[in-house]
């Protein structure tokens, strides 16, 4: 399906994702502190995680379930909406796990495990093999491929997100996929 698509469309989707996930690698949007405390053993911060995941898929729910409502003009806002929701929750749990997000490579790490998440299993076969060896990647080697990233995002979304702007269901469609 994607070779179908013109490239000139795939550089403009591209173009926009990389535009908003930058955001998230150069501004405080997305670094706001939470709290956590140096004598939280491993366990507890993963409670916390669990906790602050649940909070996320509410809110993710609501959002999908709201943008669902208002058919296809309020489902064209999801996609960015639905991307701050889960980067949010990215930043978050990686503090809660005793990252430094306020390191840049620490950020372009969290965008590996974004695209570690949303993948084929080739493209994730690889993506694993980078984050798990992070240490040992060259640094020309830990840019991130924005295109790969945006359509192997954006294809594990498709029918879900194309169902959400259908009136009627896609506030149920929303509520459920987000």
Known sequence: MNNTIPDRIHQVITES???MM??????SEYVRP????????????????KELLKQYKRTASLEGAGTGF???WLGLADFPL???IKM????????LCGMNIHSYEDRV??????MLAYSSDDVRKQTKEKVMNWKDVPLEEKNVDWKTLQMEYR??????????????IGAVVGFVAN
């Open 17 to 19: 994702v990389r535009s």
């Open 82 to 84: 639905l991307l701050s």
């Open 70 to 72: 208002g058919g296809i």
């Open 22 to 27: 930058e955001a998230a690698l150069t501004t």
């Open 88 to 95: 949010k929750f990215l930043f978050d749990a990686a503090q």
């Open 155 to 168: 294809d594990t979304l498709d029918i879900v997100k194309l169902l959400q702007i259908v009136p009627g």
């Open 34 to 49: 939470v709290n956590v405390e140096d004598h939280w053993t491993w366990e507890e911060r993963e409670v916390k995680v």
């Open 109 to 114: 790490y969290l965008l590996h495990v974004f």
